[in-house]
């Protein structure tokens, strides 16, 4: 089911968080004025009373799905019991977005804990547009794929990341979830410009912005001695600010979620992320109108 134009209009308006169960309870008590909730399914597929919570969330939240243990560039094909799972949850909920990662995470059966990278080649795209067109089959709606955070370059790519991701467009038609801050840390990893790769990042097709804290770790490999690690345990850092404002310049006002998953703060706090992007959004958006070009 598509989303409606008022609902991406009030999604696009008021920022929403990652709902992580030890939060669960607390957002059933007090309703806190964020404007949705994004959960993992993953969470709530094992946990009747976790579900039950969140069921009581949907008359008073918008909610996104954004599954982790979809694993939509393994080789070996997609988990159709999993996906099963996770389309049972989809039609309780009835979310206004589903989406997951431009990743694998699961290699002859075997669920590996991280979100691994694919080459950018012929291949790689069969092989995501294939799992992608039988995902959305199996989900019956469209699911929005995210640009991965990038710590790595694989010899065998023959496309860089952008090219991978307009490709993936043009033969799928699909749309995407842009997470800024992990623009941010694969420039800065990889060593590119990430205002360059927002403003060649396929506008037209994208659904949703995400935001999300990375911790820097000293690593001799890496330019300047530090990597960036899109770990979710910190708030939101100045650079990804600044570069979601360039976004929603670029993009217009776009569905923002704050993803925080480890080391979890007080929801005040989460909240008051939330209401950060809401006021960068909303300057960046005037001088999006103030601007003739
Ligand atoms: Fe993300």
Same mark, same amino acid.
Request: aromatic share 6%.
């Given at each position: 089911?598509?989303?409606?134009?008022?609902?991406?209009?009030?999604? #696009?308006?008021?920022?929403?968080?990652?709902?992580?169960?030890?939060?669960?309870?607390?957002?059933?008590?007090?309703?806190?004025?964020?404007?949705?909730?994004?959960?993992?399914?993953?969470?709530?597929?094992?946990? +009747?009373? &976790?579900?039950?919570?969140?069921?009581?969330?949907?008359?008073?939240?918008?909610?996104?799905?954004?599954?982790?243990?979809?694993?939509?560039?393994?080789?070996?094909?997609?988990?159709? =019991?999993?996906?099963?799972?996770?389309?049972?949850?989809?039609?309780?909920?009835?979310?206004?977005?589903?989406?997951?990662?431009?990743?694998?995470?699961?290699?002859?059966?075997?669920?590996?804990?991280?979100?691994? $990278?694919? $080459?950018?080649?012929?291949?790689?795209?069969?092989?995501?547009?294939?799992?992608?067109?039988?995902?959305?089959?199996?989900?019956?709606?469209?699911?929005?794929?995210?640009?991965?955070?990038?710590?790595?370059?694989? =010899?065998?790519?023959?496309?860089?990341?952008?090219?991978?991701?307009?490709?993936?467009?043009?033969?799928?038609?699909?749309?995407?979830?842009?997470?800024?801050?992990?623009?941010?840390?694969?420039?800065?990893?990889?060593?590119?410009?990430?205002?360059?790769?927002?403003?060649?990042?396929?506008?037209?097709?994208?659904?949703?912005?995400?935001?999300? &804290?990375?911790?820097?770790?000293?690593?001799? =490999?890496?330019?300047?001695?530090?990597?960036?690690?899109?770990?979710?345990?910190?708030?939101? =850092?100045?650079?990804?600010?600044?570069?979601?404002?360039?976004?929603?310049?670029?993009?217009?006002?776009? +569905?923002?979620?704050?993803?925080?998953?480890?080391?979890? +703060?007080?929801?005040?706090?989460? #909240?008051?992320?939330?209401?950060?992007?809401? &006021?960068?959004?909303?300057?960046?958006?005037?001088?999006?109108?103030?601007?003739?070009?």
């Amino acid at each position: 089911m598509a989303i409606t134009s008022n609902e991406r209009i009030r999604l #696009a308006d008021r920022t929403g968080v990652g709902l992580r169960l030890p939060h669960l309870a607390e957002v059933v008590a007090t309703r806190p004025p964020v404007g949705w909730l994004e959960i993992h399914p993953e969470n709530f597929l094992a946990n +009747p009373h &976790g579900l039950e919570l969140l069921i009581d969330l949907v008359r008073d939240y918008p909610i996104s799905v954004h599954t982790v243990g979809i694993s939509i560039g393994s080789a070996d094909g997609i988990d159709r =019991a999993h996906l099963r799972r996770v389309r049972a949850l989809v039609d309780r909920l009835n979310p206004v977005l589903v989406s997951g990662h431009l990743a694998w995470s699961m290699h002859g059966g075997t669920y590996l804990n991280d979100l691994l $990278p694919l $080459p950018y080649t012929e291949e790689t795209l069969r092989t995501v547009a294939t799992h992608l067109a039988e995902v959305q089959d199996g989900l019956g709606r469209a699911y929005l794929i995210e640009n991965p955070s990038t710590y790595v370059s694989i =010899a065998t790519s023959t496309m860089t990341e952008i090219e991978f991701l307009h490709a993936l467009v043009d033969v799928t038609g699909c749309r995407l979830l842009c997470d800024v801050s992990n623009v941010y840390l694969s420039g800065h990893n990889m060593g590119y410009d990430p205002y360059e790769f927002i403003d060649r990042f396929p506008a037209g097709a994208v659904a949703e912005l995400h935001l999300g &804290g990375f911790t820097a770790e000293e690593d001799e =490999a890496t330019p300047g001695g530090t990597l960036l690690v899109d770990t979710h345990a910190h708030a939101v =850092a100045a650079p990804s600010w600044d570069l979601y404002a360039h976004a929603v310049r670029r993009f217009g006002s776009q +569905p923002t979620i704050i993803e925080w998953d480890d080391e979890l +703060p007080g929801l005040a706090i989460l #909240a008051g992320e939330a209401y950060k992007a809401d &006021g960068v959004r909303e300057r960046a958006k005037e001088v999006r109108h103030a601007d003739p070009c």
